[in-house]
């Protein structure tokens, strides 16, 4: 379990390094990109205003210059010098698209005005509290940029002292419009602001006429006084600066522009730019949710004025984040990959060593089958050796029963034999005895024989059953009955030992058999096949067959 954590707090560990390192790359890359974008476009940006404002740098000299211009100049009470020089100079103007052409002089009256035809004319109003006014009354070049005291317009303000014979009469003051250049690339914001860092010229119209830092109070009353801005209150935006890129680059943050009102203190953005490197002079408690930007600024140099593209962090805040939650995706899956590959492993290897149990197993059974079967073999060959033993022991014994009945008919014919070779002795016996007394009374005398032999013939029964001859056959009689009773004992025995089958059948055969042929002698047998006989019936009577 411990060693789960560890590897639990390891991926942690490692997720978390490598979404930190994607995001870091991710971003850094996308703010290098949109760096390289931003500064080719302040670029391109700065030098098509500075363009702009070099082609109407010298039409102020040359209004001056102009016989008309000098002479309304020189005699500004003379009206038709002053309807030539207001024509003159609203031809100018229309030439040049300039907003408006008007020359003052030296007391900072207004004498001529190319829009001298409208209700809005330039003509007669006192200037002399303008900056370019008085840079140009100097010997210098005016230029300055403020909304207009009649017109109420914002414009461009460039001026150029007019002389003759070495001596400043007056002044020539061309004002520009500059609306369309806040327009003209509206992709990412645009700000433009003076050297007092206000901002006078926006893509974004809420943003205008604010300060990038919070102004001097000297700064600000100077500009109450010159009516620069009219009476827009000029506030700082809620900016604060994150980190710096360079010198020229930054990463801020941007509230709304109503911010600043409600207490929010707004970021040194613009002495940051001053001083690159420098922290911020303060910072916005509500700026954290604000948007970032990627701000990017140039100098156009004369007029001292800065250019300030803004280019927003959401894209690459959202490639970063997209990039990391890809590299999590990944980091995950390739977790869940390791994970379910060492459990495949795992599994793999289980399957393996189950492998390798079942192979044991099997030649662990295939051993134990191959032994019983040797087993089963030796047992079915001493199954096949004993049933061999039977068979020869049946056909043995077949043989041995065939002979016994054999043995027993002849032992049957014998007995028979015997009986009635015993019948045939005793009648022949007593025949011979009767010859031999007959003989021998023969010798002794012939007649007496005769009268013992009628007298014999003569006997009454009972005299006979006394007389030797009845006695004789009386014992052979009884001999005879005698044999036939052991004879049916022995069959009976024979009976009783082998009850089922044919034996007992064959035996019960042979028993009717002799008594059949007991009673019957026919003729004598030799006395070898007697004995045969006899040996067979001893044989039989003591296997009790």
């Known amino acids: 379990m411990k060693r789960r954590l560890i590897v639990v707090f390891a991926l942690a560990a490692m997720l978390a390094a490598a979404c930190a390192l994607t995001w ?11 760096r390289r974008n931003a500064a080719a476009r302040v670029d ?21 210059g102009h016989p008309f211009v000098q002479d309304v100049l020189a005699a500004p009470g003379n009206h038709r010098y002053v309807n030539r020089a207001n024509r003159y100079l609203e031809d100018m103007n229309r030439h040049a698209h300039a907003t408006a052409s008007y020359v003052i002089t030296a007391d900072g009256l207004c004498v001529a005005a190319s829009n001298w035809r409208g209700p809005d004319s330039f003509a007669g109003i006192d200037y002399r509290f303008r900056p370019y006014f008085v840079e140009a009354v100097k010997g210098g070049t005016g230029r300055f940029f403020g909304i207009g005291t009649i017109s109420r317009d914002p414009g461009y303000y460039i001026s150029q002292p007019v002389r003759r014979n070495g001596r400043i009469i007056g002044v020539a003051v061309v004002k520009l419009n500059l609306e369309w250049f806040q ?5 990412e914001p645009l700000i433009v602001a003076d050297d007092h860092g206000v901002i006078f010229l926006s893509s974004v119209s809420a943003w205008k006429y604010h300060t990038l830092k919070p102004l ?3 700064v600000a009353a100077s500009i109450q006084q010159t009516r620069q801005y009219a009476r827009y209150p000029v506030t700082p935006l809620p900016i604060r600066v994150e980190r710096e890129l360079g010198p020229d680059a930054q990463i801020i943050r941007l509230g709304p522009a109503d911010s600043a009102s409600n207490g929010a203190s707004p970021a040194g953005f613009a002495a940051a730019f001053d001083a690159p490197g420098a922290p911020a002079s303060g910072g916005l408690d509500a700026s954290r949710r604000a948007p970032r930007y990627l701000a990017t600024r140039r100098q156009l140099g004369e007029p001292d004025w800065q250019l300030v593209t803004l280019a927003p962090l959401a894209s690459v805040d959202a490639d970063a984040l997209n990039a990391t939650i890809v590299t999590a995706f990944g980091f995950v899956s390739l ?15 289980e399957m393996m060593r189950g492998r390798v149990l079942l192979q044991s197993a099997y030649a662990e059974l295939n051993r134990r ?12 060959a001493r199954l096949q050796k004993e049933v061999g033993e039977r068979i020869r022991a049946e056909q043995e014994l077949r043989a041995a029963h065939d002979e016994l009945i054999q043995a027993s008919k002849l032992a049957a014919l014998g007995q028979m034999a015997a009986g009635i070779t015993h019948e045939l002795n005793q009648p022949l016996a007593a025949l011979r005895s009767f010859s031999d007394n007959t003989r021998v009374l023969l010798e002794r005398g012939e007649q007496a024989p005769r009268a013992r032999i009628s007298r014999r013939s003569r006997r009454s029964p009972s005299e006979w059953a006394r007389s030797p001859i009845s006695s004789s056959c009386s014992s052979a009689a009884r001999g005879r009955a005698t044999k036939r009773r052991t004879s049916r004992a022995r069959c009976a025995t024979c009976c009783r030992c082998s009850r089922s089958g044919s034996r007992a059948s064959n035996l019960r055969s042979r028993c009717a058999m002799r008594r059949a042929a007991a009673p019957r002698p026919r003729a004598s047998i030799p006395r070898s096949i007697i004995r045969r006989s006899s040996r067979t019936a001893r044989i039989c009577g003591s296997n009790r067959c």
């Open 24 to 34: 870091t790359l991710t971003w850094q890359r996308g703010v290098d990109d949109l």
């Open 44 to 64: 391109r940006t700065t030098n098509a205003l500075k363009s702009t404002l070099d082609r109407y740098e010298s039409l102020p000299y040359l209004l001056g």
């Open 216 to 218: 001097p109070a000297p």
């Open 183 to 187: 327009g003209a690339d509206a992709s």
């Open 369 to 380: 089958v191959e032994e019983r079967t040797a087993d089963l073999s030796q047992a079915n």
């Open 335 to 349: 977790c869940l990959l390791g994970f379910y590959w060492r459990m495949r492993r795992a599994r793999v290897n």
